[in-house]
């Protein structure tokens, strides 16, 4: 009975240690994957009609549309982990950047780019290789793993602001 009561005890302990991420990726990624959910999810609800909506009550000069700003976050995430892979990310992300996505479909399919991309090199950052030194203007200088975390939190912050004011 008390070895019974013993493993009873533990088991929720182990399990809850086998939840907990075992790598730097994946203790990153889970919050670029939960992002990655709750943005999609926004962006495929909205209707197509709905991607040139720019707010225009209140103080909303040179807001983004919803769709620029779709773009713009994107292009973002290319920008961060660029940096990250040590390549030279997009130009002007701020206005959306250099890819000609612009429908509906486009926009997804340039946005689920950019969080596989985001995904794949956060594979590539372990504890040998997180605290090398990266520069860029995309949130250096800082650490693969400083930008890694950058590029996570910006992802859900700028989802919620529309100004060009924003990373």
């Known amino acids: ?6 493993l009873a005890i ?15 990726a994946d203790s990153v ?7 990655e959910g ?9 209707p197509e009609a709905k991607f040139s ?9 040179d807001a983004r549309s919803f769709g620029e700003q779709v773009k713009h976050v994107a292009c973002a995430q290319f920008a961060f ?3 990250i892979e040590g390549k030279t990310p997009p130009e002007a992300c701020e206005r959306g950047g250099p890819a000609s996505a612009s429908t509906k479909g486009e926009l997804i399919r340039y946005l689920r780019d950019s969080f596989d991309y ?31 975390v950058t590029a996570v939190w910006q992802s ?5 602001r529309s100004s060009n004011t924003c990373g």
């Open 10 to 24: 533990l088991a929720p302990s182990l399990l809850a240690q086998d939840a907990i991420p075992q790598t730097i």
């Open 118 to 148: 985001g995904t794949r090199i956060l594979a590539t950052i372990n504890s040998q290789n997180a605290l090398e030194r990266v520069e860029g203007r995309y949130g250096g200088p800082s650490t693969r793993l400083g930008l890694a």
């Open 156 to 160: 859900p912050i700028i989802t919620a």
């Open 81 to 83: 982990f660029n940096e």
């Open 1 to 6: 009975m008390r070895i019974f009561c013993s």
């Open 53 to 61: 909506f720019v707010p225009s009550a209140g103080n909303f000069a």
């Open 38 to 46: 709750q943005f999609l999810t926004i962006v495929e609800a909205m």
């Open 29 to 35: 990624g889970d919050t670029l994957r939960y992002a």
